[in-house]
């Protein structure tokens, strides 16, 4: 890992960075390059971060499977640094192609619904968004998965959740990632999660990649803190993203915590960098995009969003998205159009040649 930053102070100590720990979820048939990806490009950001001398998390990739002895889940390694303490964010990989998806072990799918529970953010790309569905975590999500065909034990079940046609959908404490670029948007996002827009765009550069700009806009996207450790406000945070904080108060959020209004306020703001009344509008905002991006007319996700106030809805967005609402919708549709042109002459084919 880095070495510690000294603070501005010449007679303190030097801080070491808050150390996160990131779990890849190995099942029967996962995709065996999913957790040695991720822990190359955390040491790429940790070296980033490092040279920036930036004092915010690490990433610590570690590997988690059914135990041989019937223990349930347990690290491969790395209990020596975390202990007993659910991993701050547990990604689920989809599966090896020529491997059939396995109906998801109860102990495995417990464990998801108990660390998703205690504050765990939870990611599921491809078919380990099937396995989350499949431990009833989706239920009334917004979520980006793919077909259910892929699952046998799902296939007769009436989704509870809400698809979304997104390759990457970031609905706070879950995150999910499908098409045939799942892993790299989801492993991305998680990078803009942790590390911050910056080190995550540094990284995209570093590498070459290439970002359609309509998933760009999604790993930039408003990405509110799960991973700080307070239960109370961990409380609040998924009720507000449950009703997408349409028409909530303070009070209301203050209810939701259990906590009176001034405690809520400075506990709030400590744990998401925000105040409640600022986190509301990002997340109110955030669902509007989505909305917009779903072919949503301007007054209509206006009123969904819990604003009747057009003007007022209008300047919030402006302000947090930078462009008007009508104009972000048209960007949209401008770019799908482009989408559709590209894709034509792939989709009408070459003409066959002769042979030689």
């Known amino acids: 890992m880095d070495a510690s930053f000294p603070t501005s102070s010449s007679n303190s100590k030097p801080t070491s960075p808050t150390l996160m720990e990131v779990a890849v979820l190995e099942y029967p048939g996962s995709l065996r390059a999913a957790a040695p990806v991720l822990s190359e490009l955390a040491q790429r950001c940790n070296r980033t971060a490092a040279a920036g001398k930036r004092s915010g998390a690490r990433m610590l990739v570690t590997r988690w499977t059914l135990s041989t002895r019937g223990h349930g889940m347990q690290r491969v390694a790395g209990a020596e ?77 009436v989704p509870s959740w ?90 209301d959020i203050c209810d939701a915590a259990g906590l009176e209004p001034r405690t809520l306020q400075r506990r709030f703001l400590k744990a998401t960098g925000l105040r409640p009344i600022a986190y509301c509008q990002r997340l109110r905002i955030a669902k509007a995009q989505l909305l917009l991006q779903g072919g949503g007319a301007v007054d209509e996700v206006s009123w969904a969003v819990g604003y009747s106030d057009q003007s007022a809805f209008r300047r919030l967005f402006l302000r947090i998205v930078g462009v008007t609402p009508a104009r972000y919708r048209r960007q949209i549709f401008a770019q799908r159009r482009e989408r559709l042109r590209n894709a034509l002459p792939h989709m009408q084919g070459e003409p066959l040649r002769p042979a030689a």
């Open 81 to 157: 640094l975390f202990g007993d303490a659910p991993p701050s964010v547990i990604v689920v990989p989809g599966n090896e192609p020529s491997w059939p998806l396995m109906q998801g072990d109860e102990r495995m799918l417990t464990w998801l619904r108990d660390c998703h529970d205690a504050g765990s953010l939870l990611a599921g790309c491809e078919e380990g968004g099937l396995l989350l569905a499949s431990a009833g975590i989706l239920t009334g999500r917004s979520v980006s998965l793919p077909d259910l065909s892929r699952c046998p034990t799902l296939a007769a079940v």
């Open 162 to 251: 809400q698809p979304s046609e997104r390759s990457l959908v970031d609905d706070g404490d879950l995150l999910t990632s499908s098409g045939p670029d799942a892993w790299k948007y989801i492993s991305l996002r998680l990078l803009a999660r942790i590390y911050g827009q910056s080190v995550m765009s540094a990284a995209i550069q570093q590498l070459q990649l290439v970002i359609p700009r309509g998933v760009q806009e999604d790993l930039e996207r408003f990405s509110p803190n799960f991973a700080h450790g307070d239960r109370g406000i961990l409380k609040a945070q998924r009720w507000l993203h449950s009703i997408a904080a349409r028409g909530v108060t303070l009070q």
